[in-house]
């Protein structure tokens, strides 16, 4: 069997081949000997190869650190959106599971990274074709989430009564569920039709086959750029409607911001890599496999940073849920629980700005009042 041409952004030499050993009773060994006999094309071989061979390594050390930092990030969010179970809603429940979608994928990257090389993609190991399709699947509901912020958003916007008329377990079928019929024809034909090398094209092109499941991802991405198309569209008639009489200039930026906050939320970004084919060589190669290395990478921790850590409804929580363990923390010291009344909070929810000045006058209270045993 011939080496492949490439596999993780590194081109193998197709002249050489892979070696079976044949016993003398007549059987062929369980496995091909493809480590010792296919080699990387590196500079000694082809010189011209050297410099991008430099730029593919660290395109890959980019997505490590991009994919690292994601993740990280996700995972903070993940739990940030379990523990505060005050700001659960319908679109705060989306965006959690677009965030489990994003941790899903980027832990797949991860396990790609360790099983898949030169050796388990000839030998087609079924835990490599296990782990190829997992992160198949979870980039398809990756998509499909972003659908479904987009659908939320544009009926938010457009209907202003009509987000309560979906349930969320709709959004979960369509995060979840759909592409489930997606990804299991792909697995039929790759198992009947191309049951080799690990499903993955090493050729250094696309396979058409991959297409059951590219062609879809596609088609959300055409939708959710008309959806973003026309979220502009109301927000600047919304805007123009306003009393404020605010000048074109100020519709344009507030439109673009819109749009560049919406950008990665509805994975418009990934049409630019199905539009743009780089020229073999020179500066635009090179400018996209930089550019796509972050942008892939490093969608996870824009979405982290702009649909969590940014939240107005999770930096209040947060904040609330510190100022009340500071003030139980405050009253713990000046007030030792085993000789003093405990005064718990009570009514109605103070503003931020008293919720302090009331529980030092609580506290101040407990000091005067003795509790007296039988």
């Known amino acids: 069997m011939p080496c492949p041409a490439q596999l993780r952004g590194i081109q193998y030499d197709t002249t050489e081949n892979a070696t079976k050993l044949c016993y003398k009773n007549g059987t062929w060994a369980r496995k091909a000997n493809y480590i010792d006999n296919c080699h990387p094309i590196s500079a000694s071989t082809k010189p011209e190869n050297a410099e991008m061979e430099r730029h593919l390594e660290n395109a ?34 989306i965006h959690w599971n677009l965030v489990a979608t994003f ?26 074709r296990v782990a190829v399709t997992l992160f198949n699947y979870f980039q398809v509901t990756n998509f499909f989430w972003m659908f479904v912020e987009g659908l939320y958003l544009h009926i938010m916007i457009a209907h202003a009564f009509g ?13 979840w569920c759909v592409p489930v019929p997606i990804i299991v024809p792909w697995m039929m034909v790759k198992i009947f039709l191309k049951n080799e090398r690990c499903w993955i094209d090493t050729s250094g092109g696309v396979d058409q086959y991959d297409f059951i499941y590219h062609g879809p991802i596609i088609l959300v991405l055409l939708v959710n750029f008309v959806i973003l198309g026309n979220i502009v569209r109301i927000l600047i008639l919304k805007l123009r409607a306003s009393p404020n009489n605010l000048d074109t200039t100020h519709y344009s930026i507030k439109a673009v911001k819109a749009t560049v906050v919406l950008l990665p939320l509805l994975g418009i970004t990934y049409i630019l890599f199905f539009v743009h084919v780089p020229s073999r060589k020179g500066t635009s190669k090179l400018f996209f496999i930089y550019f796509n290395s972050f942008l892939q990478s ?5 979405v982290s940073i702009i649909y969590c850590f940014t939240n107005t409804e999770v930096q209040t929580t947060i904040k609330r849920h510190v100022d009340i363990w500071r003030d139980q923390h405050w009253c713990t010291i000046n007030t030792p ?3 003093h009344l405990q005064m718990t909070a009570i009514t ?5 700005g008293d919720r302090s000045e009331n529980m030092r006058d609580v506290c101040a209270y407990d000091k005067n009042v003795i509790v007296h045993t039988a």
Not at 103 to 126: A, G
Not at 163 to 175: P, S
Request: aromatic residues 14%.
């Open 60 to 93: 890959k050390q980019l997505n490590n650190v991009g994919h690292a930092i994601s993740l990280v990030c996700l995972v903070i969010a993940f739990g940030l959106f379990a523990y505060l179970k005050s700001i659960r809603c319908t679109r705060n429940n």
């Open 103 to 128: 941790i899903l994928r980027n832990t797949s990257w991860f396990i790609i990274q360790e099983v898949v090389d030169v050796q388990t993609v000839l030998d087609n190991s079924w835990y490599c």
């Open 163 to 175: 987000t309560e008329r979906i349930k969320f377990w709709v959004y979960a079928m369509i995060g």
């Open 298 to 302: 490093f969608q996870g921790c824009f």
């Open 337 to 339: 629980p085993s000789k």
């Open 348 to 352: 109605a929810a103070p503003s931020n």
